[in-house]
């Protein structure tokens, strides 16, 4: 048997992991392996090499993905399928592996519509894969963002400030939600729940009426009301607030650095579990966990955004009381 394995689109903690155990149990097997650079954009291209169980020594700890990635738009036609099918038959590739998130998993589903034997792995800082209860890299990804709101409350509470701190998430508020309680924030803008200027002028306003000695606001940057837009507004309403006001912005920063010891856990589970369905033959699924166990789940989740759990957002507002 001979298999592939590539990561695509957003980087993630973990995905090395996922990689390093898809090869190793793989050799352990006597299954050849091969890892295709770049993403969909490599296999389009042909760009294979040869993994062995000492290709992937130390790099369980390494964020990022050696095996690089990209956003391959080529893949959603059928030109490009057909190039990536090409290639896979080209190689003598008898299944194939791919880690990665919501676009990622929607090219796996793709490919697997066209009889190609695939597997996804669920991979994103997200966490917004139906199917599945946590994807590789989202808990690395929230300790990253809580570490920052930890250490700007320092300062907030030092100078007397508030803090309008910005977070991943394009369609997804699950990083700012629970960066957001976890870090004890007086506001949370997310796009599944609006929150207008106004509004978090007003619970600023309430916050620092009520003798806090700082407050924090934590938004997607997905969100209508993301931080420019509420810069904007409190730039010119400044009255309104009470704080004298400072915004952070982490953008990829929570992308990188080591993957914390769950999201290692979780990929080589998830990795191990690929490579075992394959060698079953039980194609057309993406590898995930729930209620704590390792379990395959359709590709047709990649189509689905996984809600939040909004009565979470309700518990925030009153913690923050």
């Known amino acids: 048997m001979r298999i592939a394995v590539l990561t695509s689109g957003g980087d993630a903690p973990g995905m090395n992991a996922a990689v390093r155990a898809v090869v190793r149990t793989a050799a352990a097997q006597g299954i050849e392996t091969f890892g295709v650079r770049h993403g969909f954009t490599g296999l389009i291209s042909g760009d294979f090499l040869a993994l062995g169980a000492r290709d992937v020594g130390g790099i369980i700890h390494r964020g990022g993905t050696i095996l ?3 956003r391959c738009a080529q893949l959603r036609f059928e030109a490009g399928q057909d190039a990536a099918i090409r290639q896979l038959r080209r190689h003598g590739i008898d299944a194939l592996i791919v880690i990665g998130g919501n676009g990622s998993q929607m090219g796996s589903l793709a490919l697997s ?38 250490r700007l409350r320092t300062t907030a509470s030092s100078h007397h400030r508030a803090f309008l701190v910005e977070t991943m998430g394009r369609h997804c508020g699950y990083l700012a939600l629970m960066a957001g309680i976890a870090g004890g924030a007086e506001v949370i803008v997310i796009p599944e729940a609006e929150c207008g200027p106004q509004d978090v002028a007003a619970e600023l306003r309430d916050a620092f009426r009520r003798g806090k000695s700082h407050a924090f606001v934590v938004v997607a940057e997905g969100a209508r009301n993301h931080a420019d837009a509420l810069l904007r507004y409190f730039n010119e309403h400044t009255e309104f607030l009470g704080f004298e006001l400072r915004a952070t912005r982490l953008g990829h ?13 979780l990929a080589t589970q998830l990795g191990a579990g690929a490579l ?4 079953a033959g039980k194609f057309g699924v993406i590898m995930g966990m729930r209620a704590g166990k390792v379990e ?26």
């Open 296 to 321: 395959a789940a359709p590709l047709s989740c990649a189509s689905e955004i996984k809600p939040l759990d909004l009565s979470l957002l309700q518990l925030a507002k009153t913690l923050a009381r």
């Open 68 to 70: 690089g990635t990209t």
């Open 253 to 265: 920063v929570q992308r990188g650095g080591p993957p914390g010891a769950f999201d290692r856990l």
């Open 276 to 279: 075992e369905r394959a060698v």
């Open 113 to 150: 519509r066209k009889s190609v034997p695939v597997i996804g792995v669920a991979s994103t800082i997200d966490n917004d894969l139906a199917g599945t209860d946590i994807t590789i890299g989202a808990t690395t990804a929230l300790d990253t963002a809580l570490e920052a709101i930890d």
